[in-house]
């Protein structure tokens, strides 16, 4: 009989250990110790102010920790240089929605990190951009101005430039805020399809309780202050040995 694969094939690709952050005299974390394993599902959940978004700026690199240590696949964030394993999704009232940008500036801003300049696409990057596009179902809004469209296409579109580098790690901040039900179920959909077979691993804060305990249980594994974090393990119905699946299954599901 084969081995039962067990939880140690899936490394740790977050670990935070007694990490604080402070806004000059206001102290928003303090001591957080966490980890998240590949393909673990971490949902998010705290008050207005309790620190769930400067917690995901710290995590893409946007803000040092003010104190404590976060590594990312295996390496201080400090050295840490693939940003492309990461796509983000920031809240939505940070971006400005009026920039004149089309669908498709918008998707391709998603390949070049801060360190990138931008140029003319190469074929990879084109390819890279079709399929970001297909697989969001955008294609036939692609010229299209951003502002322009509803709230469920324009979390669509951000999802696919979290998406274009194929990142293994989704981090998302209030992804359906703004949308309606009916939106947000066609939304969960999508990101339990990919959890569950792309092997993406997700970051997600929400203030959708009752959808989030749907998928990841009622009781939080954790709190830190006013943050409690509830997480689906992978292994709870994937096994290890089902990797690389990213491009061999489609995804199903839209975002209407
Ligand atoms: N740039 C900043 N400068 C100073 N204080 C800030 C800054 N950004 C956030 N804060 C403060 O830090 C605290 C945590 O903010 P943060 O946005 O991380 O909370 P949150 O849990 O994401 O809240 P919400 O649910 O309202 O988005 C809040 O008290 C906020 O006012």
Known sequence: MSAIPTADCHQPMIELRDVCFSYKDQHVMKD?????KERDFVGIVGSNGAGKTTLLKMLVGLMPPTGGEIRLFGESIRQFRDWERIGYVPQK???NMLFPATVREVVTSGLFTNKS?????????????DDALQVMRIEDIADKRIGRLSGGQQQRVFLARAMINQPDLLVLDEPTVGIDAETQDGFFELIRH???HHNITFLMVSHDIDRLE?????????????????????????DCGETNLQHSIPLVGSVE
């Open 32 to 36: 957080l110790n966490f980890s998240v």
């Open 93 to 95: 009232n940070a971006l």
């Open 117 to 129: 300049i931008f140029r003319r696409l190469s074929r990879d990057a084109k390819a890279k951009l």
């Open 194 to 196: 990919m959890h569950q």
């Open 214 to 238: 749907d998928y990841l249980g009622k009781e939080p594994r954790q709190q830190n202050g006013k943050i409690k974090f509830f997480v689906r393990h992978s292994h709870d119905d994937l």
